[in-house]
């Protein structure tokens, strides 16, 4: 039987090449021919592309994370009544990171939610209150400002990017994020408690 025919992977044998060398090359062949995509898996960027995506992110990662103060819905303390969120304490100044991507839609200082923004992020939409810093027109465009940190009103964020600092402007009794999550279904919105799904979300 000829070598051709015992390995068809190389139709024929190179001149000069021997036995052992043809088999080797045969053995890789096949192996290439089982995982075609073996070569591309061993690249940084070819695995970074397969990941999968995360799609929602913590707002206070681990690091600054302290408690839940608050839950949602009906409270005595600190203020009585139908609380419209979740309360996270952390420390003054922590860093707040978009929960899911989306665009800021709405920036605002009162005195109930104090500092605050809301962004939509496909059929949700959430706001962080008692933020740090304040709102300000910023080159004509509406902008909260931090320090050196800016958002600007209509701007692309994506989960996991920082987009405020933990504050406590408005109604506060100390640093803490006050996160609403509503429930968007046609032109109906819907608060919703945000913890079953922050615990789904990435730290």
Same mark, same amino acid.
């Not at 190389?10 to 000069?16: D, K, M, N, Q």
């Not at 995506?53 to 990662?61: F, L």
């Not at 615990?199 to 730290?203: F, M, V």
């Given at each position: 039987?000829?070598?051709?025919?015992?390995?068809?992977l190389?139709?024929?044998?190179?001149? /000069?090449v021997?036995?052992l060398?043809?088999l080797?090359?045969s053995?890789c062949?096949f192996? =290439?021919?089982?995982?075609? &995509? #073996? +070569?591309q898996?061993?690249?940084?960027?070819?695995?970074r592309?397969?990941?999968p995506?995360?799609?929602?992110?913590?707002?206070?990662?681990r690091e600054y994370?302290?408690?839940?103060?608050?839950?949602?819905g009906r409270?005595?303390?600190?203020y009585p009544?139908?609380?419209?969120?979740?309360?996270?304490a952390?420390?003054?100044?922590s860093p707040v990171?978009a929960?899911?991507? /989306?665009?800021v839609v709405?920036?605002?200082?009162?005195?109930?939610?104090?500092?605050n923004? =809301?962004?939509k992020?496909? &059929? #949700? +939409?959430?706001?962080?209150?008692?933020l740090?810093?304040?709102?300000?027109?910023?080159?004509?465009k509406?902008?909260y400002l931090?320090?050196?940190?800016?958002?600007?009103?209509?701007?692309?964020?994506?989960a996991?990017e920082?987009?405020?600092?933990?504050?406590?402007?408005?109604?506060s009794?100390?640093?803490?994020?006050?996160?609403?999550i509503?429930?968007?279904k046609?032109?109906?919105?819907?608060?919703?408690?945000?913890l079953?799904?922050l615990?789904?979300?990435?730290?």
């Open positions: 039987m000829k070598l051709s025919q015992r390995f068809p190389l139709p024929f044998p190179p001149l /000069g021997d036995f060398t043809m080797f090359l053995s062949l192996l =290439t021919s089982l995982f075609p &995509n #073996y +070569q898996l061993e690249t940084p960027e070819k695995q592309e397969l990941a995506k995360i799609e929602a992110y913590r707002p206070i990662t994370f302290q408690r839940y103060s608050s839950y949602f409270r005595t303390n600190p009544g139908n609380h419209e969120g979740l309360d996270i952390a420390p003054l100044g990171r929960w899911k991507s /989306g665009e709405r920036l605002s200082s009162g005195r109930g939610c104090g500092t923004i =809301t962004i992020a496909e &059929n #949700y +939409q959430y706001r962080y209150c008692h740090q810093g304040t709102v300000v027109t910023w080159e004509t509406k902008a931090n320090k050196g940190h800016r958002l600007y009103l209509g701007q692309k964020v994506k996991g920082i987009v405020a600092f933990v504050g406590s402007t408005g109604y009794t100390g640093p803490h994020l006050h996160i609403e509503k429930k968007i046609g032109k109906n919105k819907r608060l919703i408690d945000p079953p799904l615990k789904k979300s990435q730290w």
